[in-house]
């Protein structure tokens, strides 16, 4: 168990570091067209992700339940699923300029986890349950896309703005076209919002089974539900009303700045049974 | 030593009238070939609009520069007084190198030109086909070849648009990415407007507008680039909501798009991009045009911005594709020597043998029949084992010594004649 111990430690501190040297890698690509960068850049993404992997197995081994009890458990969970949904979105385009924006966001949420990340001892036995890792699974997927659409959306403006203003400097030549940034951007929104859809669908048969003071009213269901119905309706006004650039992307910042925001009111400052220390 | 010698006459070396002058056309090579067949063993011409260059490995007799150079005029039935023209001379190893150069687009008049690739391709089939191209050239066009896929796919080098129209494309290209199916608008029917009509057509644009003020100038230039759909320039704004791309370059002191046009026509496309692109000068769209959202509002010197610092780019990448071209020559250079080494092996093993079979011959008489044969045998074995080692060194040793070198030094120690094992008959 010490020898497992060490090895999860040892993985914790490895994890950034790796992370680090994958947006190093992407960085030598997109400004300097390193082909050391350019060869190596997801070769060593898919590393680092497999390492993240078994460091999350490894701490659900040792802990005995999966790493989703604690603010920064989900944060390593969320940073490995950043990756993931990157890498899909990344062999799915074959655009790789990207890579150093979006692994940013991993890196970040992996040190934050890395710092103060600790052990609960006592555990709610909900998290035994093997629903629970589908249902926290498809959570983190969704989120992830989210916030992959709002970095794609904010690259797009970017891009944007850097032709506008006749500059045509690096990120001119190096980000893809505005219709390929708005495509990853909506592609993100619509992963998203499908896993999102799998993880209220989940919770809402599986919760009032397994819980016992929950109730419908529960300020994170509610959040949950309209940080869902706003996508949905957006979704359904990019069809009907034919929206398209620089408003779809603008649409999908807002709508994650507003997930943030209702996410960190609701943990931060209403109480509710969804908290399974 | 290769004998290879090469004249080139160029973008340096001669004005494009001169240049249009020597250019051959694969008909003119034909017609050229058997005569430079004559003088040299093997030959390659390469011939676009910025070069035409003559290489020649001499079959006997070594050809000057100045032979070479007549050589080139005298196909295109050039008298001595018409046109002075003049011309850059290379020779050896540094002809090849000076080749890959150029496939690599480092020599070009525009800097990182991969048309040149293609030009050389046509040039060497040309070469194949008329027997002109041998052992030596056909290597030296194959890395040629390589050396140019190289430089296009390691480095920047032929990397972003270096001419105005082409910068107009990219630009469209980053906002729209794919120009299938878009629809476009040419304002004026000029050079300008023909060059971009050009640059257009093979993206697949789907629909192009000419709006010109005089309408039978439109037909023109739809008859010419056949392509398109002339319109009065009075027609322009009942069009422009349906367009992606306007590219402008008409003449005149009053803007031909104005900011409320251009918004009339902007709450036609709900929220879609409108690439507007100015070469006009003076200007042709209000400059206020640009505030307005989604509008992308480029002018002749935001192209030009775009040329000059694709070109920075493509000039910064000269080192490389130079490391790129050095690479290429070493390994030609490698390749090249090792064709001296087998016939001086079979050389030297001929005369060894010989050695072994007249001295077997002189002592045979006293021997019995058993007894040659074992001798045959024992000398044989002798002569393989003593010359074993040095041959593989001499192929294979990391002394300090160049394999030319050491290749000179058996053929001096053990009286190798040049003639006697034929590898000039192999080599340039």
Redesign the interface.
């Known amino acids: 168990m010490a020898m497992l111990e060490y090895f999860v430690d040892l993985l914790k501190i490895s994890l950034p570091v790796l992370y680090l040297f994958t947006i190093f890698l992407y960085g030598l690509a997109f400004f300097l067209?390193e082909?050391f960068g350019i060869r190596n850049r997801t070769r060593f993404l898919i590393a680092t992700l497999i390492v993240h992997l078994i460091y999350l197995l490894s701490r659900t081994l040792l802990t005995g339940h999966p790493p989703v009890t604690s603010v920064f458990e989900i944060m390593s969970v969320v940073s490995f699923t950043i990756g993931v949904a990157y890498l899909y979105i990344e062999m799915r385009s074959h655009v790789k300029d990207t890579g150093m924006f979006i692994l940013t966001l991993a890196f970040l949420f992996e040190v934050v986890s890395a710092a103060f990340i600790k052990d609960y001892v006592h555990v709610n036995p909900v998290l035994k349950s093997s629903v629970l890792g589908l249902h926290v699974a498809s959570a983190m997927l969704g989120y992830s896309a989210l916030a992959i659409s709002a970095v794609y959306g904010g690259l797009y403006l970017m891009?944007y703005h850097e032709?506008?203003s006749?500059r045509?400097?690096i990120v001119?030549?190096k980000l893809?076209?505005?219709?390929?940034l708005e495509k990853l951007s909506y592609v993100s929104i619509v992963l998203g919002f499908i896993f999102l859809s799998i993880v209220i669908l989940i919770g809402y048969v599986w919760l009032p089974k397994t819980i016992d003071d929950f109730r419908y009213a529960d300020p994170k269901l509610i959040i949950t539900d309209i940080v869902w119905a706003i996508y949905f309706v957006a979704l359904l006004s990019k069809r009907a009303?034919?929206?398209?650039?620089?408003?779809?992307v603008i649409a999908s910042i807002l709508g994650f700045c507003l997930t943030v925001v209702s996410m960190v009111i609701v943990n931060v400052f209403l109480p509710s049974f969804h908290n399974f220390k | 030593m290769l004998k290879l010698t090469a004249v080139s006459i160029n973008h340096r070396t001669a004005n494009v009238e001169a240049r249009e002058k020597i250019f051959y056309s694969s008909e003119e090579v034909r017609g050229i070939s058997e005569k430079i067949k004559s003088a040299a063993r093997e030959s390659f011409i390469v011939s676009t609009c910025n070069r035409t260059e003559l290489y020649i490995i001499p079959s006997s007799a070594p050809q000057t520069h100045d032979n070479l150079y007549h050589l080139v005029r005298e196909g295109k039935r050039l008298d001595d007084g018409e046109l002075q023209i003049e011309y850059e001379t290379f020779e050896g190893f540094e002809a090849v190198r000076h080749l890959f150069s150029v496939a690599t687009g480092i020599d070009s008049l525009m800097l990182g030109d991969i048309q040149i690739l293609g030009q050389m391709k046509d040039a060497y089939n040309t070469g194949v086909e008329l027997g002109m191209v041998g052992t030596i050239m056909h290597h030296a066009c194959q890395i040629a070849l390589k050396a140019g896929k190289r430089a296009k796919s390691?480095t920047?080098i032929s990397e972003?648009a270096v001419s105005v129209s082409y910068a107009a494309v990219e630009?469209a290209?980053?906002?729209?990415?794919?120009l299938k199916g878009r629809t476009a608008m040419l304002i004026g029917a000029g050079e300008a407007a023909e060059l971009a009509a050009k640059d257009l057509k093979p993206k697949g644009i789907g629909k192009l507008y000419i709006a010109n003020r005089t309408l039978e100038r439109a037909q023109n230039l739809v008859e010419h680039i056949g392509f398109g759909e002339a319109m009065p320039l009075d027609a322009l704004t009942q069009k422009l909501s349906q367009v992606d791309i306007v590219i402008s370059s008409v003449g005149g002191t009053n803007y031909v798009l104005t900011r409320d046009m251009v918004a009339a026509a902007m709450k036609g496309r709900?929220?879609?991009?409108l690439l507007i692109i100015d070469i006009g000068v003076p200007r042709n769209v209000e400059p206020a045009v640009?505030k307005i959202?989604?509008v992308?509002l480029?002018d002749i010197?935001?192209l030009n911005?775009?040329v000059e610092?694709n070109l920075d780019?493509r000039r910064a990448e000269i080192p490389a594709v130079r490391r790129v071209v050095d690479e290429e020559v070493n390994d030609f250079i490698k390749w090249y020597n090792s064709l001296e080494v087998g016939p001086t092996i079979k050389m030297l093993r001929d005369k060894i043998e010989q050695i072994r079979t007249d001295e077997v011959k002189r002592y045979k008489n006293k021997m019995n029949g058993t007894d040659v044969e074992i001798v045959e045998e024992v000398t044989r074995s002798l002569v393989n084992k003593i010359l074993h080692e040095p041959l593989t060194n001499l192929k294979n040793a990391e002394n300090g010594i160049s394999l030319v070198d050491r290749v000179k030094l058996l053929k001096s120690l053990f009286g190798l004649s040049e003639g006697s094992g034929g590898e000039e008959d192999e080599k340039g």
């Open positions: 067209d082909q891009m032709i506008r006749s045509f400097g001119y030549r893809p076209d505005l219709q390929t009303m034919r929206w398209t650039g620089r408003t779809v | 390691e920047k972003g630009l290209e980053k906002i729209f990415g794919n709900e929220s879609s991009p640009k959202s989604n992308f480029n010197d935001s911005l775009i610092k780019m």
